[in-house]
């Protein structure tokens, strides 16, 4: 299996909602990682995870909780996000744990819309 | 840190013509690149990566890369586009702690 899942496909959620992502990898890979990718723009790394530890936050706001259960998945958790969140967001997993000198698998993404 | 810059926010080449997506980096040791392909919506598909050795990689779906370090330089190339190729490039330099994407380039590709 050399897929990274991640569920839901979609999510509209209010400012005052608290819902979760989640991401799922069966590779055996010992990192993955959050990205939030708005409209025309590249992804931009939000948190990684490396053996299940929480080893890069890029200056997050709270409102966006990570948690890695187990090796094989990760979750994000939001509260109180606002419209401005609204993005596509990307998990990825890699065997390698040094950060940008592993190859990322990266799955389909969530599309999230905050109102 | 590491930054990568890709000169072209768009190009629209006819199917079956050559194709070039230029990419380059800034790194302070010997990079690690890649090239991605997201489809709209999608999530990013490695198309081939360069760690170390030739300097001439060969990716998937007929895609191959130069690493030229003289240029800082690792730009995307195939020799005859399909329609199916159209999609966002993104080539992404990684360091030790993190990668870091291009702004991507925008294929059209014209019947």
């Known amino acids: 299996d050399t897929e990274v899942t991640q569920t839901p496909k979609h999510l509209v959620m209010g400012m005052t909602n608290k819902k979760s992502l989640k991401c799922e990898q069966h590779?055996?890979?010992?990192?993955m990682y959050w990205y939030k990718q708005k409209a025309k723009k590249p992804p931009e790394l939000m948190f990684v995870?490396?053996?299940?530890?929480?080893?890069i936050n890029e200056s997050v706001p709270s409102r966006f909780s990570p948690e890695c259960p187990n090796s094989s998945l990760l979750n994000l958790h939001l509260h109180a996000l606002q419209p401005e969140d609204s993005a596509l967001y990307l998990c990825?997993?890699?065997?390698?744990?040094?950060?940008?000198?592993?190859?990322?698998?990266f799955g389909p993404g969530t599309r999230l819309t905050v109102l | 840190a590491q930054s990568v810059t890709q000169p072209d926010i768009h190009i629209t080449v006819s199917e079956g013509a050559s194709l070039e997506l230029r990419c380059n980096y800034s790194?302070?040791?010997?990079?690690?690149l890649f090239w991605y392909v997201q489809s709209p919506g999608q999530g990013l598909q490695l198309l081939l990566k360069?760690?170390?050795?030739?300097?001439l990689v060969q990716g998937i779906k007929g895609f191959e890369a130069e690493f030229k370090r003289s240029q800082s330089s690792f730009n995307l190339r195939k020799p005859s586009v399909h329609w199916s190729d159209a999609a966002e490039y993104f080539c992404?330099?990684?360091?030790?702690?993190?990668?870091?994407f291009g702004a991507g380039t925008r294929l059209t590709v014209k019947p």
């Open positions: 360069y760690f170390s050795g030739d300097t």
């Open positions: 995870y490396s053996y299940e530890k929480l080893s």
């Open positions: 790194y302070g040791a010997t990079p690690y």
């Open positions: 992404a330099v990684g360091g030790n702690n993190d990668m870091r």
């Open positions: 590779m055996g890979h010992r990192a």
């Open positions: 990825a997993s890699s065997q390698g744990t040094s950060g940008g000198l592993n190859e990322q698998f």
